[in-house]
């Protein structure tokens, strides 16, 4: 019998909308836990000490284990399903593309997003502010390396959906909030639009 799995979210963010669109396209079912960051509902004693003592979501419970991070959380539950490849290149390019978006896409565009839709630009500090241009460049590279990728290919590794590609959409179909033009991205749009289409795709909410 399989464990029961739990997603502690804030629905509001694409990294834990990446669990749940992942669960939903494999077909397994989620329980939901809400949590606001905004609030502070992730640093409290209760969540530190019996969810993540990061005081961070996503957090992947399963039974009565606990994962978080989310593209950790997306690979146990794709773990022997077409959404990771059988072919160890195809397996390590899925990771490649995996530590791509945790490197150099979600800082600059899922930050941007968070600072101008959530924050607010006047409310950030100078730092922030600081930062903003550099994060705009480095999304920008971000979109465009994945424009470049995709002008000749529908996915981003072989020629089915992998995982690779629900962890870049999460993020990536929100951009405009951070500032982006998807428009310009002509590629990136018709495979978001293939993302879409999946069966047992489901789209984001913020209940």
Not at 109 to 129: D, K, M, P, S
Request: hydrophobic share 45%; with cysteine; glycine share 8%.
């Amino acid at each position: 019998m399989a464990e029961e799995l739990v997603l502690h979210e804030d629905p509001r963010s694409g990294n834990c909308y990446k669990i749940r669109l992942t669960a939903a396209l494999l077909g397994k079912p989620v329980e939901r836990r809400s949590y606001d960051i905004l609030r502070g509902e992730t640093r409290t004693p209760a969540f530190l000490s019996q969810v993540n003592s990061n005081g961070r979501i996503p957090v992947l419970q399963v039974g009565t284990r606990f994962l978080p991070e989310s593209n950790a959380a997306c690979w146990y539950l794709a773990e022997g399903t077409p959404l990771v490849p059988a072919d160890a290149f195809d397996r390590a390019d899925v990771l490649r593309w995996m530590f791509f978006e945790q490197y150099s896409h979600e800082p600059n565009i899922a930050t941007l997003r968070f600072w101008l839709l959530y924050v607010g630009e006047g409310n950030l500090t100078a730092h922030q502010r600081d930062q903003i241009m550099a994060k705009r460049a480095g999304g920008e590279a971000a979109l465009a390396l994945m424009e470049d990728h995709l002008a000749t290919r529908d996915w981003f590794v072989g020629d089915r959906v992998s995982l690779a590609d629900i962890i870049l959409f999460a993020y990536t179909h929100l951009c405009e909030a951070g500032g982006f033009r998807l428009g310009e991205h002509p590629a990136v749009c018709r495979w978001l639009r293939r993302i879409c289409a999946l069966p047992g795709f489901v789209a984001m909410d913020d209940r």
